[in-house]
């Protein structure tokens, strides 16, 4: 059995997710620097995970094992 892990944001999250990666790279291109990206950082634990984009929190995220069975 192959399986994968699949991270899901709410569309809130994604909206801020955008947000925060458009206001980094548009202030490395103000600022003359080649724009160097956005980090999202997910934190599990027994009682659920939770997302971060480039140190700012996204609040918990949901995650499900996926795959097929063969």
Request: aromatic share 8%.
């Amino acid at each position: 059995m192959s399986e994968k892990l699949a991270i899901r944001f709410s569309e809130e999250q994604t909206a801020m997710y955008l947000r925060l990666a458009a206001e980094k790279t548009e202030a490395e291109v103000q600022a003359d620097c080649e724009p160097s990206g956005s980090t999202i950082t997910i934190d599990v634990s027994p009682f659920g995970a939770e997302a971060y984009c480039n140190g700012k929190e996204l609040g918990d995220v949901t995650f499900e094992m996926v795959g097929s069975k063969g």
